[in-house]
């Protein structure tokens, strides 16, 4: 079997990766960076997506080496090592999810043009369709369905990146000098970008439960072919995360056009920048891309919460054998409905505060996480064939270093400016 047959047939893990990252961190806080900063904050969004790879990188090696989840490593570190990272899940379960819905709901009622007043009741629309899909088409279905929007999704955004790029920015860069990127906004501006670039760094064992869904219906790849794997979908969301920055730049830099708060208004923006240099025969297009990128990393992150939630659970509290039941994946599904419909109506259309404090969290714990990470793949239970080179080690303390010295900065700038 060539090469390319085999990456294709291990497509799984990886592409949920990427169809779950390019959501908010792209669609949102990439755009918004090109928008208000310009082409230099392209040094933050690599410096992310480098320092934060190896985080990743770990949840898919643990888990085709030994054949168990990230979640079950913690707990072999220690059950301190489970609790935390158990709280950490029980915040992203109040702020994500509600976060990714209230933005692909405005992104909905701008696609069809309906009053804002009834954001509320396309939220929980989405919330009841999206849990229905999952209960009854699970992983299968959310792996094939995936393949088509994240290809259609990067040919879409190549064609109008290279567009704005051939048509050039709307203002000369001389004529406009942006806002200062360290003080007290900028900075948290930066925290923000970084935690969720590529995505919050929690999510390297949603990866991992993936991969275990994924093997009980096919034969495990080797430990090559599933970093392979996962390399394809990682470089992927890198790549897309500078071609939003690259249509903000284009688009909206220079004309002092402040991206909205609100849901609705910010949906109508994006879909208004992407087609300000195509043309308006281009909206409906841009309006459903945009919208299909949304639903796609909720259905994403839905599951993925409801997985790692339930098997956390079960390894907490081993008498209680949730993990593989149907019908506790299902009620599992609709509890984290419930909990994010109710967080949505009480924030309503108002997403930045959501998105604010989801993406401060992620960015503190992100050292943390990456060294719990990094102490499973160097454990007793990796051999030493299998464990991380002594580069990725190297990047990895980088990474945790780099990350750590950002955050006491941004606590420096808070207590004493």
């Not at 390319?4 to 949920?16: S, T």
Request: hydrophobic content about 55%.
């Amino acid at each position: 079997m060539s090469k390319l047959k085999v990456l294709l047939k291990n497509l799984g893990p990886g592409l949920l990766f990427a169809s779950m990252a390019i959501g908010t961190s792209h669609l949102v806080l990439s755009t918004k960076a090109g928008a208000q900063y310009g082409w230099v904050m392209a040094i933050p969004i690599l410096l992310a997506n480098i320092f934060k790879y190896p985080f990743f990188e770990f949840g898919v090696r643990y888990t085709n080496v030994t054949g168990k989840t990230l979640t079950e490593g913690y707990l072999n570190r220690g059950r301190g090592y489970l609790w935390f990272y158990a709280i950490i899940t029980l915040i992203t379960t109040f702020t994500i999810l509600a976060a990714l819905y209230t933005v692909t709901a405005g992104l909905f009622i701008n696609l069809f043009q309906i009053s804002e007043t009834y954001i509320n009741y396309i939220s929980l629309a989405l919330f009841a369709f999206i849990s229905l899909l999952l209960i009854i088409g699970k992983y299968r279905f959310m792996e094939v369905s995936l393949k088509f929007v994240v290809s259609i999704l990067f040919l879409a955004l190549l064609v109008t990146t290279i567009v704005v790029l051939l048509k050039g920015p709307v203002v000369p860069v001389s004529d406009f000098t942006s806002p200062p990127i360290f003080d007290s906004m900028g900075i948290l501006f930066l925290i923000s970008l970084m935690g969720w670039m590529p995505t919050t760094v929690e999510a390297s064992s949603w990866v991992s439960l993936w991969s275990v869904e994924k093997w009980k219906t096919q034969p495990k790849p080797s430990l090559r072919e599933s970093l392979q794997e996962f390399k394809v979908g990682y470089f992927t969301t890198s790549l897309l995360a500078i071609f939003f920055l690259i249509i903000g730049c284009m688009t909206l830099y220079g004309t002092n056009t402040a991206l909205s708060g609100n849901a609705v208004t910010f949906a109508d923006q994006i879909v208004q920048l992407f087609t300000t240099h195509i043309g308006p025969w281009a909206y409906i297009l841009i309006a459903i891309s945009a919208f299909a990128t949304m639903f796609s990393t909720c259905m994403t992150a839905h599951d993925a919460l409801a997985r790692v939630s339930l098997d956390i659970i079960d390894l907490l509290f081993s008498n209680l054998k949730l993990s593989g039941n149907k019908r506790v994946f299902a009620f599992g599904v609709l509890a984290l409905a419930c909990i994010n419909f109710t967080v949505v109506s009480v924030f309503k259309s108002n997403m930045g505060q959501l998105v604010a404090l989801a993406t401060f969290v992620s960015f503190v714990v992100a050292p943390i996480v990456g060294y719990m990470n990094l102490k499973n793949v160097m454990s007793e239970e990796i051999p030493e064939a299998n464990k991380p080179n002594k580069p990725l080690q190297l990047l990895t303390y980088l990474g945790i270093l780099f990350l750590s010295l950002f955050s006491v900065y941004y606590f420096y700038i808070v207590v004493f400016n």
